[in-house]
T-cell receptor
Framework: QKEVEQNSGPLSVPEGAIASLNCTYS??????FFWYRQYSGKSPELIMF??SNGDKEDGRFTAQLNKASQYVSLLIRDSQPSDSATYLC????????????WGAGTKLIIKP | GAVVSQHPSWVICKSGTSVKIECRSL??????MFWYRQFPKQSLMLMAT?????????EQGVEKDKFLINHASLTLSTLTVTSAHPEDSSFYIC???????????FGDGTRLSIL
């Protein structure tokens, strides 16, 4: 069974520090990797996506992908209290319907 | 870009009522739409996947006769919860994606409360 694993947290990070969120996946055939942010009571919001090995940066966010280790991470620089949310890792298994396999999410708390 | 509009945002109704939820992609063509359900403090649960013009594919354990999905165009999908009961109360969220491996973009969700 295809799985995506995340530490549920909570992960507590001081304001201004770097938050590092990690995710591992089981399907070596996975091709697309996504990070979503979900505030309590709200729907998920796309933060980053990455398709190739290496780093992809967008503002304060950096996604890192290592297909050999089946590992994807999200770094948030200069963390702000507004970054406090649950971060969901999702992986596309490459099937024809492009369904995502979801991690359970990591709760991130940024302390002022 | 990539905006998905979902309505209504909140529904409260009596047991036995049927409720229709609309999901529209405003600025892209959603070849595939997904319907999720999320209970408090739990993970997203995929209910069904629909491709424009085709019958929806339901996940195991989801009653297709209870949760009717229509994806009549590249910009509109609807979920109808038929004869809703209190146990159907949940947060229902749709998402749409374009071609190939493009990301899913989510609507704001519909909070359904059945009395």
């Amino acid at each position: 069974q295809k799985e995506v694993e995340q530490n549920s947290g909570p992960l507590s990070v001081p304001e201004g520090a770097i938050a590092s969120l990690n995710c591992t996946y089981s399907d070596r055939g996975s091709q697309s990797f996504f990070w979503y942010r979900q505030y309590s009571g709200k729907s998920p919001e796309l933060i980053m996506f990455i398709y190739s090995n290496g780093d992809k940066e967008d503002g304060r966010f950096t996604a890192q992908l290592n297909k050999a280790s089946q590992y994807v991470s999200l770094l948030i620089r200069d963390s702000q209290p507004s970054d406090s949310a649950t971060y969901l890792c999702a992986v596309n298994g490459g099937d024809s319907n492009y369904q995502l396999i979801w991690g359970a999410g990591t709760k991130l708390i940024i302390k002022p | 870009g990539a905006v998905v509009s979902q309505h209504p945002s909140w529904v409260i109704c009596k047991s036995g009522t049927s409720v229709k939820i609309e999901c529209r992609s405003l600025d892209f063509q959603a070849t595939t739409m997904f319907w999720y359900r999320q209970f408090p403090k739990q993970s997203l649960m995929l209910m069904a996947t629909s491709n424009e013009g085709s019958k929806a594919t339901y996940e195991q354990g989801v009653e297709k006769d209870k949760f009717l999905i229509n994806h009549a165009s590249l910009t509109l999908s609807t979920l109808t919860v038929t004869s809703a009961h209190p146990e159907d109360s949940s947060f229902y969220i749709c998402s749409g994606k374009g071609f190939s491996n493009q990301p899913q973009h989510f609507g704001d969700g519909t909070r359904l409360s059945i009395l």
